[in-house]
């Protein structure tokens, strides 16, 4: 007896997909539910599972070949050396993989969040979260700056004004002398002294941290390959998106100090009771879907010459994968709590690199989160995709000296951990003042911090 696998419906709107690649040959056993082939939709890539158990009899689709739902893929039989004939595809059994049931959302989210120059971590390797960005441990608000903290031979906590005046004049790096002070501080002797020591006396920089070593050479270099059904899909939707809307950036410049310092105090406790290390993207998305309640604007979808206002945020976050971006969802996410958001990223971001995910789980996205500072990005321009009318990038979070004023008004100048965060958004929709009202709210709910109550611990 033999058994006809079929193509599954992947998706309430999937109606077509294309093999990539075989996991079985002809000749092969293959058990119940082991994967069986690749297949790539406009969606998502997935496995498609055996429903059998049994020996590959035939195969009749093959890679880069594109079939309807439905279609016939591979024949498996017995193995028993019986009657190997197909079945009738009639008497097919209920496609394999489960449709989840439509998700309540008006819309489809777009696959692709935005053409963002890197995946997620400032390392070579992605990160499993959607990009977690990892700050430094951050100075307190009103300290002077301090030497590089990469030279080990310097603790200069504090270097006065005066000394810093001498380095300067005497043309002496305080990053690579040792301060005899208290605690090591340099102190204006030491740069005198550094000043008429031998050359040999100023610790040099290592050749490990001076010399460039470049990287590997791809071995695409001078090749030629077939786009793939996804990346042809992003394709074909960036442009039409550019096309078809008016978008413009707006730029905001949000200090992350206290954020950084909430990090620090709980990662413990959040690591023991949620099993994952907190980090910037949970405050992120919590403020921008909080935000999205209050301006409904940059929720909404432009249906002919009506606008939709969605019920729910619904954060879809973009995710680098090897076969390109793509965006789950995060539903009701103004509803949940940073524990919540986190556990939710660090799954969906897994199961998406591990093409894992259900294709509805990639559907009914409003709004769009992109890590752009994931490999150390300021900031870019991300692409809004239809029918979404804004997606908001998010720098990389660096300590840089900034103007601070204390309770009495009186400015001085610290060393703080900021970010920028870029909102592109639709024209015909979102005005430029809307844009500017949404990223305020945002910048005031991140710069106060106040998440005590809704971190879930």
Same mark, same amino acid.
């Given at each position: ?5 079929v &193509? ?11 093999v990539?690649?075989? &996991? ?6 293959v ?6 082939v $690749? ?17 590959? #009899? ?12 439905g279609? !016939? ?6 193995g ?6 197909p ?8 496609? !394999? ?7 309540? =959302? ?9 053409p ?12 499993p979260v959607? *990009?977690?960005?990892?700050a430094?441990?951050?100075?307190p608000?009103?300290?002077?700056p301090? =030497? *590089?903290?990469?030279? #080990?031979?310097?603790?200069?906590g ?5 000394v ?15 301060g %005899?002070?208290?605690?090591g ?13 031998? =050359? ?5 920089? %290592?050749?490990?941290t001076?010399t ?22 992003? =394709? ?15 730029v ?9 310092l ?8 959040? !690591?023991? +009771?949620?099993?994952?290390?907190l980090?910037?993207m ?7 879907? $909080?935000?999205l309640?209050?301006?409904? +604007?940059?929720?909404? /979808?432009?249906?002919?010459?009506n606008?939709v206002?969605?019920?729910? $945020? ?19 996410? *103004?509803g949940l709590?940073i ?8 799954? &969906? ?8 995910? +259900?294709?509805?789980?990639l ?26 009318v804004?997606?908001?990038g /998010?720098?990389? !979070?660096? +300590? ?7 309770a009495?008004?009186? $400015?001085s ?9 870029? &909102?592109?958004y ?8 809307d844009?500017?009202r ?20």
């Amino acid at each position: 007896m033999s058994e006809s696998v079929v &193509l599954p419906a992947l998706g309430e709107s999937v109606t077509e997909g294309t093999v990539t690649r075989w &996991l079985k040959k002809v000749g092969d056993t293959v058990a119940v539910d082991e994967p069986l082939v $690749e297949v790539s939709t406009d969606k998502v890539d997935t496995e498609i599972p055996s429903p059998v158990a049994g020996v590959i #009899e035939q195969i009749l689709v093959q890679e880069d070949e594109t079939v309807q739902v439905g279609a !016939v893929l591979v024949i498996i039989g017995s193995g028993a050396g019986g009657d190997s004939a197909p079945a009738p595809v009639a008497e097919v059994a209920a496609p !394999v993989v489960e449709v989840p049931a439509p998700v309540a =959302a008006p819309i489809s989210s777009p696959v692709f969040a935005a053409p963002v120059a890197a995946p997620i971590v400032p390392a070579p390797v992605a990160a499993p979260v959607a *990009a977690p960005v990892v700050a430094a441990p951050v100075v307190p608000a009103y300290q002077a700056p301090v =030497a *590089a903290a990469s030279v #080990e031979t310097s603790d200069a906590g504090y270097v006065t004004p005066l000394v810093r005046k001498l380095a300067s004049e005497v043309g002496i790096d305080l990053s690579q002398i040792s301060g %005899t002070g208290v605690g090591g501080r340099i102190r204006k002797d030491d740069v005198l002294a550094a000043q008429h020591a031998p =050359a040999a006396a100023v610790s040099a920089p %290592t050749s490990a941290t001076s010399t460039f070593v470049p990287g590997a050479a791809s071995p695409l270099r001078g090749t030629t390959e077939p786009m793939s059904r996804l990346r042809k899909v992003l =394709a074909e939707r960036a442009v039409a998106s550019m096309i078809s809307t008016a978008q413009l950036t707006t730029v905001v410049e949000v200090d992350m100090t206290k954020i950084a310092l909430l990090r620090a105090r709980v990662q413990p406790q959040f !690591v023991a +009771k949620s099993g994952g290390k907190l980090n910037f993207m949970p405050f992120f998305a919590l403020a921008a879907a $909080e935000a999205l309640r209050v301006h409904p +604007k940059l929720n909404a /979808t432009i249906d002919g010459e009506n606008i939709v206002y969605h019920g729910t $945020e619904n954060i879809a976050f973009a995710v680098d994968t090897e076969k390109g971006l793509l965006t789950p969802v995060i539903r009701d996410a *103004a509803g949940l709590n940073i524990m919540q958001i986190a556990q939710q990223i660090a799954d &969906l971001a897994a199961r998406t690199r591990a093409s894992q995910l +259900k294709p509805d789980e990639l559907g009914g996205g409003t709004f769009t989160l992109t890590n752009t500072g994931s490999r150390g990005a300021l900031f870019d321009t991300p692409v809004v995709f239809l029918p979404q009318v804004a997606i908001l990038g /998010t720098g990389v !979070v660096s +300590k840089r000296a900034v103007v601070v004023a204390d309770a009495d008004g009186l $400015e001085s100048i610290a060393i703080r951990s900021m970010v920028y965060l870029a &909102l592109s958004y639709d024209h015909r929709l979102v005005d430029g003042a809307d844009a500017s009202r949404f990223l305020v709210d945002i910048k005031a709910r991140l710069e106060q911090a106040d998440f005590a109550g809704v971190l879930g611990l």
